[in-house]
């Protein structure tokens, strides 16, 4: 029963991490069928968000705050890596949608500018960078509706934009001469140290849980749940899988189909932001940290149900559990005098390397029976 | 506008700096009759560039400072050290192409280069063929022995297996059983292959094995396995490369696998250098196995320490592999100073028997182009350096490995025609 529990708390902590990654990429791979290439690098963009967070909150003024800074380093995460992720739908994306290998080559080109925008550019200049974007983006959405129409708009977006780059260049000054560990590139990894609340474990129903895994498994429950909600409930949601059925029928009806496209990539790409704090968590945080899950994120989708988030949530556990119950040889205690052919076998496979091996193989051959995965999409989109 | 400024500033002392060195460059080349150019071939870029380059600026300090001393003295001339450096950018045939370019472009009599095995394994067929000489600095699992390479790095009976002795009967966790973990590839195979005929010969139990693949961090199936295997506590033996190591500390931490509970992991990949970046709160209380460590209490060592920090920044550290690559560039010289000529096949006899005082004491070239080393066994502490605990004497070097299977019972020794790269002892 203790096993039981233990391989079940295993595998779910192991699909939580593939899950919160491959969440967004649920959205803009699986709702708007963008090959993003790039996702790990928004990830690790979330990473780098945490590890710029902890260190401003390290600061004298901050240092009170401290052991919160995880918390607001989600929402930042979310935004920095959403703004990036508009950017690249705005400049790149749109241009290529319904043209897959260009957009595959493209988005890997942009994953290759990333992880060197972060080993060459310091931390605190990428910071006021994005602190422009974010300003320049959504600065003009502000202003009201009189001025948006006037023929002079474009003088007014444009000032703003020059607001936003003063903003970016005081900020990113400001905070690479208050922290001097962000104010000179470098391609070491860095590392994000959780606060001491979220060390050690914590004792549920006599078994010890690390309390970061734990974390990470609420992380990932807030995420799926509010990005459910999202879609079911509000109206852009509605918008959204509306534009995700029919394309055409919904710009004929007055939804704009532009902004739609924006917003869900806008809330995949936070959606890596937040899985990169879930990951820095876990290991250190360096240019190649997003790059190490892209694959699994594919996968997970992929075997899902493409369009499918129920799909991704039941994939990811699945994938979980069973690199459980391969990689820790679990079947093997479960049932210890099994014949030795099969305890061979098992004990075979019962490392990291091999159990990886062999939960791609029957990946494999499950898609070879259900090619469109656990949950096929259904309805008029199939057609298409 | 300030800007602006500081650019002009810059440009007034670049040029300041031209006319300052073509002066400079016309009086130094007075005190020495000659140059000789050496080959230093490490990765600049790519992912071993972090622990490669720190090789690369040691090598260059230990060029400056025999300059400074008077450079090489061949035939009663003095030769100034000259050096190009190449990248090998962390990719394999790269290694093996820049050799190439080394040897047959640039006419260099040697190359210090080299980090990971598989770089070595690219480079050393184009050594052979050309009969040219590599020097690789860093410690490495054997089973190979080149006419044409000199290793100044450790072999596994000079750190795995004073390592492994004493974690079985010195450590506190003495004659408790043993976890092997590592990185998917040669040398953390081969190590543990070792690790393994050790622990049966000493009478104790490897309880388990595992392998990362590189790049992975996903160690929760590793950690159950451990808590598994070893219920009460035991010892580990992590060969585990490069990050892989961060994320291995920080969840074997939260699993309450900690010294304090009766783990304790011996690593063979965590120098001063890793301990910073890993951060020592996470390693504290746990065992490295090293030749040099910055914490050893020798004016040597401390020489050493003080000088790399004074050339290259007072945050800087030094670590086992700077040592080796250090080492090696004064061995060199030597050699080349007693073979009273830069040709290869003179030097190559002359280092042979070459001796110098290191920083980590006394080492000694032997006929398996090996060095003989001390070993040391150290626990790690707060201040993210090692406690030394232990000491060995001067432990030869042993290219075949007499633990291991395929080796027991071979030997190597290029002095003796008959003998050469594998003969049976």
């Known amino acids: 029963m203790e096993l039981l529990f233990d391989s079940l708390f295993n595998g779910v902590a192991i699909g939580s991490v593939l899950l919160v990654a491959a969440l967004g990429l649920a959205i803009v791979f699986g709702l708007m069928g963008v090959i993003n290439l790039a996702h790990g690098e928004l990830m690790m963009l979330g990473a780098y968000t945490t590890y710029v967070t902890q260190l401003i909150f390290k600061l004298p003024i901050l240092k009170p705050f401290y052991n919160s800074y995880i918390i607001v380093s989600i929402f930042l995460a979310f935004i920095v890596s959403g703004v990036v992720g508009i950017l690249l739908e705005k400049t790149i994306i749109r241009k290529l949608y319904g043209s897959p290998l260009e957009t595959l080559l493209a988005t890997w080109g942009v994953s290759l500018i990333l992880q060197q925008f972060v080993r060459s550019v310091p931390l605190a200049y990428g910071t006021g960078l994005v602190i422009s974007l974010i300003i320049g983006l959504f600065l003009p959405t502000t202003f009201p509706q009189k001025i948006k129409e006037s023929i002079n708009f474009k003088y007014f977006k444009f000032s703003s934009w020059i607001f936003a780059a003063l903003s970016g260049v005081l900020t990113g000054g400001l905070i690479s001469s208050t922290v001097s560990k962000l104010s000179r590139a470098s391609a070491r990894n860095v590392d994000v140290t959780a606060p001491s609340w979220m060390r050690g474990q914590v004792e549920i129903l006599g078994t010890a849980f690390p309390k970061t895994r734990l974390m990470i498994i609420i992380i990932t429950l807030i995420s799926v749940i509010a990005i459910t909600l999202f879609l079911n409930q509000s109206a852009w949601g509605m918008r959204i899988r509306a534009v995700t059925q029919n394309r055409q029928m919904s710009d004929c009806l007055g939804i704009s189909t532009e902004k739609v496209d924006i917003i869900t990539f806008g809330i995949g790409s936070g959606l890596a932001g937040v899985a990169g704090v879930a990951v820095s968590l876990l290991g250190s945080v360096g240019p190649n940290v997003g790059g190490n899950y892209i694959v699994g994120c594919f996968m997970v989708v992929v075997l899902g149900g493409v369009g499918n988030l129920l799909g991704t949530v039941f994939a990811s556990f699945g994938i979980g559990i069973m690199t459980d119950l391969i990689g820790a040889g679990r079947l093997l205690s479960i049932w210890p005098d099994m014949p030795l052919p099969l305890s061979n076998t098992i004990n075979f496979f019962a490392t990291t390397s091999m159990a990886r091996v062999m939960i791609f193989a029957l990946i494999v051959i499950f898609l070879q029976f259900k090619p469109t995965g656990l949950f096929p999409q259904k309805g008029r989109m199939v057609e298409n | ?425």
């Open chain 2, 1 to 425: 506008m300030r800007i602006s400024r500081r650019i002009l500033a810059g440009l007034a002392t670049a040029s300041l700096a031209v006319t300052a060195t073509s002066c400079g460059g016309g009086g130094t080349s007075g005190s020495f009759d000659d140059t000789v150019t050496v080959g230093i071939l490490h990765s600049l870029s790519g992912t071993m560039a972090i622990s490669e380059s720190t090789l690369v600026d040691t090598e260059k300090m230990a060029i400056e400072e025999i300059n400074a001393a008077g450079g090489v003295k061949v035939g009663g001339k003095s030769y100034k050290i000259e050096y190009i450096v190449e990248d090998g950018a962390s990719d394999w045939p790269t290694f093996a192409e820049k050799s190439k370019k080394l040897i047959d472009q640039d006419g260099v009599p040697v190359v210090f280069g080299g980090w990971t095995s598989a770089s070595r394994k690219a480079m050393l067929p184009v050594y052979e063929s050309k009969d040219a000489f590599l020097y690789y600095p860093i410690q490495y699992e054997a089973q190979e022995c080149s006419n044409n390479i000199f290793y100044t790095g450790a072999t596994p009976n000079q750190q795995s297996e004073p390592a492994t002795d004493f974690m079985y009967k010195r450590s506190p966790a003495a004659g408790g059983d043993f976890f092997l973990v590592g990185s998917d590839y040669v040398f953390p195979r081969t190590s543990n292959t070792i690790t393994k005929a050790q622990v049966k010969q000493l009478g104790g139990k490897v309880v388990g094995e595992d392998y990362l693949p590189l790049g992975n961090t996903e160690v929760a199936p590793i950690i159950s396995k451990i808590k598994k295997a070893l219920p009460e506590g035991g010892i580990i033996i992590n060969t585990l490369n490069g990050d892989q190591n961060v994320a291995f500390f920080k969840q074997i931490q939260d699993a309450g696998i900690t010294p304090s509970k009766g783990y304790y992991v011996m690593n063979y990949s965590i120098a001063e250098e890793e301990i910073s970046t890993i951060g020592p709160e996470f390693l504290e209380g746990h065992y490295g196995a090293w030749n040099y460590m910055m914490s050893i209490d020798t004016p040597a060592s401390k020489k050493f320490a003080k000088s790399f920090k004074k050339r290259w920044g007072a945050d800087r550290v030094v670590a086992d592999p700077q040592e080796s690559a250090y080492n090696m560039v004064y061995l060199w010289k030597q050699a080349v100073e007693d073979a009273g000529t830069f040709d290869d096949n003179a030097v190559r006899e002359a280092l042979v028997g070459q001796k110098f005082d290191a920083p980590q004491g006394p080492v000694e070239v032997m006929p398996n182009h090996h060095l003989s080393q001390t070993v040391r066994i150290g626990e790690i502490n707060a201040e993210g350096g090692f406690t030394i605990l232990e000491e060995t004497g001067v432990v030869l070097p042993q290219a075949w490995n007499q633990k291991h299977p395929s080796s027991k019972g071979f030997a190597c020794d290029w002095t003796d025609p008959k003998k050469g790269e594998k003969y049976r002892l």
